[in-house]
């Protein structure tokens, strides 16, 4: 009996200790279930892949001379991926080639729909009446002069948050993650246009009020330390931080207000935020999508067709419309 109780109880610490191991290890991506071997995004050329962020082990975590004996009744339980999903959900909506190329569907299949993530877009606010966001959005906050509300008077931050979680309600258009919790943080104007100090409140109150992701559809050509020092808060408070990579990248960028092609812009060209570079339909680089060392990801961000005010679509290209696939 007491033989029988020590091989149970090395069992469980032999267990245990694998468990641990394996916790410590793992690297997220980004909040919520990850499938290996399956790509949310299209990767360019120049670009790190996933394997960048995989832990490479050299040595077996438990020495092989630890292991003294392996007893023939002992269960080992197989650590297999979950294939089927019990909160399965059905949709109408076309599922258009940016869908296709992250494989959202698959995804989906497999629980990975956004639930229990918010994201916050931090853009020119968001609809808060389009009948394929509304029921997502959670409250959010304006930080432009003159407004109390985080509606959307552009149109811009509306399209970004329909790639990232229009809902599946069987009409207009569904998000990469459908069941995503969108926050509305207006920080640029009507014109699309902002003060570097909104944004840099606008980062910091998503942070502090429950964002698990922002999304900064949006730069500048110019360098600022306390836009950084925003990003480095909402990073060390483990939120992931995703902005466009630029539309510095064809021949017209200056008509983009760059002073050179694939100049860099920030937030993306900051150390802690994964910049999104632009894919076309057929997995090739957009015409004006910027490339460079800092651009860590890629999707698709020519023609995407997303929500608009007023409870409307609009097809819009730019890196603005990649970064939400990520996102």
Same mark, same amino acid.
């Given at each position: 009996?007491? =033989?029988?109780? +020590?091989?149970?109880?090395?069992?469980?610490?032999?267990?245990?200790?694998?468990?641990?191991?394996?916790?410590?290890?793992?690297?997220? *991506?980004?909040?919520?279930?990850?499938?290996?071997?399956?790509?949310? %995004?299209?990767?360019?050329?120049? +670009?790190?892949?996933?394997?960048?962020?995989?832990?490479?082990?050299?040595?077996?975590?438990?020495?092989?001379?630890?292991?003294?004996?392996?007893?023939?009744?002992?269960?080992?339980?197989?650590?297999?991926?979950?294939?089927?999903?019990?909160?399965?959900?059905?949709?109408?909506?076309?599922?258009?080639?940016?869908?296709?190329?992250?494989?959202?569907? =698959?995804?989906?299949?497999?629980?990975?729909?956004?639930?229990?993530?918010?994201?916050?877009?931090?853009?020119?606010?968001?609809?808060?009446?389009?009948?394929?966001?509304?029921?997502?959005?959670?409250?959010?906050?304006?930080?432009?002069?003159?407004?109390?509300?985080?509606?959307?008077?552009?149109?811009?931050?509306?399209?970004?948050?329909?790639?990232?979680?229009?809902?599946?309600?069987?009409?207009?258009?569904?998000?990469?993650?459908?069941?995503?919790?969108?926050?509305?943080?207006?920080?640029?104007?009507?014109?699309?246009?902002?003060?570097?100090?909104?944004?840099?409140?606008?980062?910091?109150?998503?942070?502090?009020?429950?964002?698990?992701?922002?999304?900064?559809?949006?730069?500048?050509?110019?360098?600022?330390?306390?836009?950084?020092?925003?990003?480095?808060?909402?990073?060390?408070?483990? %939120?992931?931080?995703? +902005?466009?990579?630029?539309?510095?990248?064809?021949?017209?960028?200056?008509?983009?207000?760059?002073?050179?092609?694939?100049?860099?812009?920030?937030?993306?060209?900051?150390?802690?935020?994964? *910049? %999104?570079?632009?894919?076309?339909?057929?997995?090739?680089?957009?015409?004006?999508?910027?490339?460079?060392?800092?651009?860590?990801?890629?999707?698709?961000?020519?023609?995407?067709?997303?929500?608009?005010?007023?409870?409307?679509? +609009?097809?819009?290209?730019?890196?603005?419309?990649?970064?939400?696939?990520?996102?």
């Amino acid at each position: 009996m007491i =033989q029988k109780l +020590a091989i149970a109880f090395f069992l469980i610490f032999f267990l245990s200790l694998i468990w641990l191991a394996n916790s410590f290890f793992t690297v997220q *991506a980004a909040p919520g279930n990850v499938i290996k071997d399956d790509y949310a %995004v299209v990767l360019s050329s120049g +670009a790190e892949t996933l394997k960048n962020y995989d832990v490479q082990f050299d040595q077996p975590l438990i020495p092989r001379s630890s292991v003294t004996q392996t007893n023939a009744y002992s269960i080992f339980v197989p650590i297999i991926m979950n294939t089927f999903c019990t909160d399965a959900f059905s949709y109408n909506e076309t599922i258009r080639y940016n869908l296709e190329k992250v494989e959202a569907e =698959q995804a989906w299949a497999s629980c990975s729909q956004g639930q229990g993530i918010t994201v916050a877009v931090v853009d020119t606010g968001i609809d808060l009446d389009h009948p394929d966001l509304q029921a997502n959005l959670v409250s959010g906050k304006s930080f432009v002069s003159g407004t109390s509300s985080p509606d959307d008077d552009a149109g811009h931050g509306t399209h970004v948050a329909g790639v990232v979680a229009g809902i599946a309600n069987n009409s207009g258009i569904i998000g990469v993650a459908p069941k995503a919790s969108l926050m509305p943080v207006k920080v640029l104007d009507s014109n699309g246009s902002g003060s570097i100090y909104d944004v840099v409140d606008g980062i910091e109150w998503a942070t502090d009020n429950g964002a698990n992701v922002i999304n900064m559809s949006l730069g500048s050509v110019s360098y600022s330390s306390i836009l950084e020092d925003a990003v480095d808060y909402a990073h060390d408070r483990g %939120v992931l931080i995703v +902005a466009a990579g630029g539309n510095c990248g064809d021949t017209f960028y200056f008509l983009n207000g760059c002073s050179y092609q694939d100049q860099p812009v920030y937030p993306g060209a900051d150390g802690d935020v994964m *910049a %999104v570079a632009s894919t076309d339909s057929n997995d090739n680089q957009s015409s004006f999508s910027n490339e460079g060392s800092y651009i860590e990801i890629a999707a698709p961000g020519s023609s995407i067709y997303s929500t608009y005010p007023s409870g409307t679509y +609009a097809t819009l290209s730019g890196t603005s419309m990649a970064t939400p696939h990520v996102a």
